[in-house]
């Protein structure tokens, strides 16, 4: 028998979050099933609520950074048991069978459905899919991450989307001693790559629009900081990084900044404006520079990245929230005044 429990959602594009209930699937053999306590508020929550990245399948219940403890397990599952700390990011089910899937990549699957996102998506056995706003959720095992004992619950909410997004990229590029890398932008995506790279023993700057985050940014690990709104940013630092992480999702000069990239550098877009950018042919062609993108991670990275973090320490800044705060803070994210990801408590729900 399905159950009913409270959730927020999101009804159309110009209505806020409002209190409802949603129901939850039994719990079949190969399920886990667990009690939400904390999730993460992604400024992808908001360009899905807002009809920003196409119309979305109203009601919406949001949040792809979630964290909780099992309380029900299926009569075939056997990598977890009731008690266990766990999460769930982006997806919760892939084809499993093409390509990307064989080769623990399933957040780029091709197969039959996709990547099935944590909401917004439609699940295999067609019912739709809602997110973490709400009090529980039952997932496939194998779609199901372990949070280290040494993660705080609350914490570990934000590292299943802002800390794989970044992690993955890192490590794609091999991110470590005598790289160089420049993240733009120090918001929830920004302060995890600084972080991250600084754990992975690079060298970190941090490229924003002011320098008003300046001490955050060194404190955070980062060597170097700078304002990209003062012109001479772009010719003090041309030709200085092997790696740029672009975390805002605002339309950028890209030439300017692979200007700023060694030759073979990488610029890696992880922001997703509205827009489309314009790419300049010359910066690209004239260091033998590259664009590229990323999209979160695999089930195995993402494990790896938590992993990670317990051992290294990294863990995101939060501020914990009442779920009856969530349309304030979604105003406050779209105005950056957030140091540096909303946390919904979600006992308050």
Known sequence: MSKTVSAYAATSATEPLARTTISRRDVGPHDVAFDIKFAGICHSDIHTVKAEWGAPNYPVVPGHEIAGVV?????????????DRVG????????????????????????????????NSVGRDGSPTYGGYSQSIVVDENYVLRIPDAIALDAAAPLLCAGITLYSPLRNWKAGPGMSVAVVGLGGLG????KLAAAMGAE????SQSLKKMEDGLRLGASHYYATSDP??????RNSFDLILNTVS?????????????VDGTLVELGMPEHAMTVPPFPLAGMRRSLSGS??????ETQEMLDFCAEHGVTPEIEVIDASYVNEAYERVLASDVRYRFVIDASTI
């Open 71 to 83: 309380t029900e397990v299926g009569s075939e599952v056997t990598r977890y048991q009731v008690g």
């Open 88 to 119: 769930v990011g982006c997806f919760v089910d892939s084809c499993r069978e093409c390509e990307n899937c064989v080769a623990g990549l399933e957040q780029y699957c091709t197969g039959r459905g996709g990547m099935r996102g944590t909401y």
């Open 191 to 194: 302060h995890m790559g600084v």
């Open 204 to 207: 970190v700057t941090v490229l």
């Open 232 to 237: 001479d940013t772009f010719k003090k630092l």
């Open 250 to 262: 605002a339309n950028l000069d890209l030439g300017a900044y692979l200007s700023l990239l060694k």
């Open 295 to 300: 999209m979160i991670g695999g089930i195995a």
